[in-house]
């Protein structure tokens, strides 16, 4: 079924000439996103230092019916991360840490910490256990403040995934224990930190931590999905800390940019060293690509009630922000791929709603198994009354729809699961479709 959405101009176009064409282009591709997938939020483009587009789509809060606009606050998860390693560096700068200290520097009795460096947390390849992955976590409710040493005590005891400095394994933890070393070396909070280092010389006025305490009539209401009217609940900040408790606005975000490429919060040969890709192609608090030739630097988040994508070409001073309260809806880095596309003057296919097919049961009994997406974190295909599920480690089970024979999709997030038949004609392994990656898992 079409989904229908609202939208809501909140900033005259600003680049002379050629812009409005570029605009409501863009304007078109991003309604497509509300119409086919539900997308809620506000979205800014800009390139070559001057805004093209500035709007919101949807409803910040369902119940009142008011409108996301330019001025929205949202939770923006991981992309919280960003600032995490900016203040990092900047401590290295100013020779208060090293990248290559030891963990157990900060944490004496941290298991095996002598093998972990700040380093290898920045790149997630510390392999600390990603404390979101836990399901007790989610179970026992994360509406409440817990402790730091309490929640470094979620995963400090639990086995290493892999040798440090081997391999790629996104990992939250990571990201809470840098937050941890930057309060020992400051002896401040993190967030007195962040704010007093790049929120307040940047004016970023509309950014913060603790959203469950914002009062404003821009905070937007989180949810599940665009047919949710129930609101989600929101996660406390000293659970998402470092990793991801960051609030604010696409306005900000651009002020982040700006400040970024002024070099206003760390150098420009830092900043370097941050874009240069580590294993899986994670630099330091950034995913770092490459397009026509050009670095493309950008993050993804994602927290209870909301989504979102910051996508940077330091080369263009292209800044795309896409900001989501909904946790299901647009794919805010799909769209953000996609806007950058259509900057480039390439040919963008629109979004168009997946239409689900009936398969035979014997048919999904075929892809039944365990497909290893990375290690120790699994993901489970079963038939249950007709139907196929997918479940990841630590995470709920999802039903699957058929798109067509071997190509499945969630209602519940925008992805794909592809079913690869090996040379007898069995299922060998599966590919996870999502977020612009393709990440393969050997059938176990």
């Not at 401590?91 to 009795?109: G, M, N, R, V, W």
């Not at 150098?267 to 493309?296: F, N, R």
């Not at 014997?362 to 120790?376: K, S």
Request: proline share 5%.
């Amino acid at each position: 079924m079409k989904k229908i959405g609202f939208s809501l101009l909140a900033l005259a176009i600003t680049l002379p000439g050629c812009a409005q064409p570029i605009a409501a282009s863009l304007d078109t591709l991003i309604d497509a996103y509300v119409h086919v997938s539900g997308y809620s939020g506000t979205v800014l483009v800009a390139s070559k230092g001057a805004v093209i587009l500035q709007k919101g789509y949807g409803y910040k809060d369902k119940a009142t019916k008011a409108a996301n606009d330019s001025n929205t606050i949202f939770q923006i998860g991981s992309i919280t991360k960003q600032f995490t390693s900016a203040i990092i560096l900047q401590l290295a700068e100013q020779q208060k840490l090293s990248l290559k200290d030891s963990l157990t520097k900060y944490i004496p009795d941290y298991p095996r910490g002598n093998e972990i460096t700040i380093e290898e947390l920045l790149t997630h390849e510390s392999g600390v256990y990603n404390y979101t992955n836990d399901p007790s976590l989610a179970q026992n409710g994360g509406g409440h403040p817990i402790p730091r040493d309490s929640m470094i005590a979620r995963f400090k005891y639990k086995p290493l995934d892999f040798t440090p400095g081997q391999k790629f394994g996104y990992s939250n933890s990571g990201y809470f224990l840098l937050g941890y070393i930057i309060e020992k070396v400051t002896g401040q909070s993190y967030f007195q930190v962040v704010r007093e280092r790049i929120f307040g010389p940047l004016h970023m006025d509309h950014s913060g931590f603790d959203f469950s305490h914002l009062q404003s009539p821009d905070k937007a209401v989180g949810y599940s999905s665009p047919e949710s009217a129930d609101p989600a609940s929101i996660v406390d900040s000293t659970i998402a800390f470092s990793a991801g408790s960051v609030y604010t606005t696409v306005g900000d975000l651009y002020r982040w940019d700006c400040g970024l490429r002024a070099g206003k919060i760390i150098s420009q040969a830092l900043q370097q060293q941050a874009y240069t890709p580590h294993l899986g192609q994670y630099g330091y608090g950034w995913m770092i690509s490459e397009v026509d030739g050009k670095k493309v630097v950008e993050h993804g988040g994602a927290i209870t009630g909301f989504i979102s994508n910051i996508r940077r070409v330091p080369a263009d001073e292209t800044c795309i922000v896409v900001l989501e309260n909904q946790q299901r809806g647009g794919d805010p880095g799909r769209m953000s791929r996609d806007i950058n596309s259509e900057l480039d003057g390439k040919a963008v296919k629109l979004p168009v709603a997946k239409v689900a097919i009936t398969v035979d049961t014997a048919l999904l009994r075929q892809y039944v198994g365990q497909y290893q997406l990375a290690p120790n974190f699994i993901l489970t295909i079963s038939v249950q009354e007709g139907s196929l599920y997918a479940q990841a480690t630590g995470q709920g089970r999802t039903k699957l729809y058929a798109e067509k024979k071997d190509l499945f999709f969630p209602k519940e997030i925008d992805a794909d699961i592809e079913f690869v038949r090996g040379a007898t004609g069995d299922v060998e392994k599966l590919i996870l479709h999502q977020n612009g990656r393709d990440v393969p898992a050997k059938r176990l």
